[in-house]
């Protein structure tokens, strides 16, 4: 109770008496006939203890901690740059920059003449990153004259001139490389990206205004009707501030906002010095390490603050029906991660951003239905099941075939009769054994999700949802992770230290996550069972802290994808391996 609701600082304490066990966790009917508990002689003993509130001086010290903590990492990040600014600026005085003639050992050598026709297919072209090399006759300037007596003309053959162009030819190779993938125009790729940040935005305003409308409507009929049961707070630890019922679960969000905010300006200075690295022609720019394209990892940001927004809805009431709006966003960025880790290899064949998000709308689509449906109803599981089976395989012969298996109705016909040709009719190796044991692997953690929905159907629909994202994000990461090391590139000490982080950051939060402090899968009286005492500044809960250590753990883990490939910066994209 807040002392501006009690114009007459008085109040009552009025006890009502419920007719049956099922406000306290009992059930309507015993053993076919109604819950008669009034003839039962029971006698409850009640002690009532008034409390006054925290100070004002606590408000204002949790505040501030809340805000210090999160701004060292900006106050981290500066002292970085300013490193990183001090190092160039002595390499440049002393003229070690970019003299080093030791790079031969990733600079490759002029194709000769003693090379395969042909071989050169996927290659970066040597002319033109060596602007000092004139063509000789010699290097095959002039086309050599023949003294054989042969009248077969050259027009008589087929000389394949389609294998530079011919994407079937191209993306069906048994190896490739990341320049087989990387051939379309940089620019237009940047663009076709950079909608993945603009639709976000539209998609977050769009989604979170009325959340934002909903939840404070729930939070005014809380306080005006006094019936707290509506919502789900760990009452031992909820500080009122304002209209705010439990105003520290919602400060404890800020960290999402101030860190996304941070990892935005981290991918805005990168995609700045890119951008004057190709604007002078910087050879190592345009032709070696990973293609820059930032249009996801702006979408990462994004997604990362307006987690932090709905998240703080959700908190300002928290109970069965509003936490899909805490987990969407969630959704968004384990489905972004994915597509950003698969962009990384196949910059030119990844989703685009209005089928990303199409994808992502049904998801949140089915969310809702398995939210209303999914506690009882037999035929809701068949279907989700059903369809999540579906769709893994889809997307399995998709990414097996490069894009170049034409996704329609007549899909599954197609991948049917691909299996009986190859696996039944002939048992042949696959063509793609590292790409096919990854799917292989996918598919069967897929169908395990579908069938434990299907045999438990879990109540809380958008937490199994989550689960199924997540677990496919950690097995794709893993994947890259492992081929990355098994095709000897390296993993240097910053996004090493990244992950190390992020590893133990994600252990201390879920500790946290699971203490369990109310729960809206009973009733809220056997919610309030579980309530317990603030740990942090006699302000914040468990909960809290797990807000705090998960938006930075959720910060490093992407610090891991944009720092992962790194070591590739000066390595040939003809060099690099795609999987």
């Not at 966790?25 to 508990?37: C, D, L, V």
């Not at 820059?292 to 009431?317: D, N, P, Q, T, W």
Request: charged content about 15%; overall charge neutral; some cysteine.
């Amino acid at each position: 109770m807040q002392k501006k609701d009690l114009p007459g600082e008085q109040f009552f304490v009025v006890f009502v008496v419920k007719p049956e066990d099922y406000a306290c966790g009992g059930s309507f009917i015993i053993q076919g006939k109604e819950n008669q508990t009034w003839n039962l002689q029971r006698t409850k003993k009640l002690q009532v203890t008034i409390v006054p509130s925290i100070k004002k001086s606590v408000y204002v010290k949790s505040c501030v901690f809340s805000v210090c903590i999160f701004l060292s990492f900006y106050l981290g990040y500066l002292l970085v740059v300013f490193v990183h600014y001090v190092r160039f600026q002595r390499k440049s005085i002393d003229g070690s920059f970019g003299s080093n003639d030791d790079s031969g050992n990733v600079v490759s050598h002029p194709i000769t003449a003693s090379t395969p026709e042909g071989s050169n297919y996927g290659t970066i072209d040597e002319s033109s990153s060596s602007p000092g090399r004139q063509m000789s006759p010699s290097d095959g300037g002039q086309p050599c004259q023949s003294d054989t007596d042969s009248s077969v003309e050259e027009s008589d053959f087929d000389t394949m001139s389609d294998i530079e162009s011919d994407k079937n030819i191209i993306r069906t190779k048994m190896f490739l490389y990341l320049s087989d993938l990387s051939r379309k125009d940089r620019r237009i790729i940047s663009k076709k990206y950079k909608i993945y940040f603009w639709n976000i935005i539209t998609i977050a305003v769009f989604y979170a205004l009325p959340v934002i409308q909903l939840v404070i409507t729930y939070q005014r009929v809380v306080n005006v009707t006094g019936n707290q049961d509506m919502c789900y707070y760990n009452f031992l630890c909820a500080h009122p501030w304002g209209v705010l019922s439990a105003f520290n679960n919602v400060l404890s969000n800020l960290g999402h906002v101030l860190l996304g905010l941070l990892f935005l300006l981290i991918v805005w200075r990168r995609d700045v010095l890119h951008r004057r690295a190709l604007e002078a022609k910087d050879i190592f720019a345009m032709e070696y390490g990973i293609p820059k394209h930032f249009g996801l990892f702006y979408a990462m940001g994004i997604a990362l603050m307006m987690e932090g927004v709905l998240s703080a809805c959700y908190h300002v009431c928290p109970n069965y029906s509003n936490f899909q709006f805490d987990t969407s966003f969630m959704y968004m960025i384990a489905g972004l991660c994915m597509l950003k880790l698969y962009q990384t290899r196949h910059p030119d064949i990844n989703a685009s951003a209005y089928s990303a998000y199409a994808s992502f709308a049904v998801v949140i689509m089915l969310t809702v239905l398995g939210v209303v449906f999914g506690k009882n109803d037999l035929w809701f599981w068949v279907i989700f099941s059903a369809v999540h089976v579906l769709a893994s395989l889809a997307l399995s012969t998709q990414i097996y075939y490069m894009g170049r298996f034409k996704i329609d109705l007549g899909i599954f016909q197609r991948a049917a009769m691909v299996f009986y040709t190859d696996c039944v009719q002939q048992c042949s190796r696959p063509l793609y054994m590292d790409r096919m044991v990854l799917l292989v692997v996918g598919n069967l953690v897929n169908c395990s999700f579908a069938l434990f929905g299907l045999i438990y159907r879990p109540k809380d629909f958008a937490s199994y949802m989550l689960g199924i994202f997540i677990g496919n994000l950690l097995l794709y990461l893993a994947f890259y992770i492992i081929m990355k090391l098994r095709s000897s590139e390296k993993v240097l000490p910053v996004p090493l230290f990244c992950i190390v982080a992020t590893v133990v950051l994600w252990a201390a939060a879920l500790y946290f996550f699971f203490q369990n402090l109310s729960s809206w899968e009973g009733t809220p009286a056997e919610s309030r069972e579980k309530n317990r005492e603030c740990v942090l500044l006699d302000f914040f809960d468990d909960h809290d802290i797990w807000h705090f250590v998960s938006a930075t753990a959720l910060f490093f883990s992407f610090l891991v994808l944009l720092t992962l490939d790194d070591d590739l910066d000066v390595v040939r994209r003809d060099k690099i391996p795609v999987f």
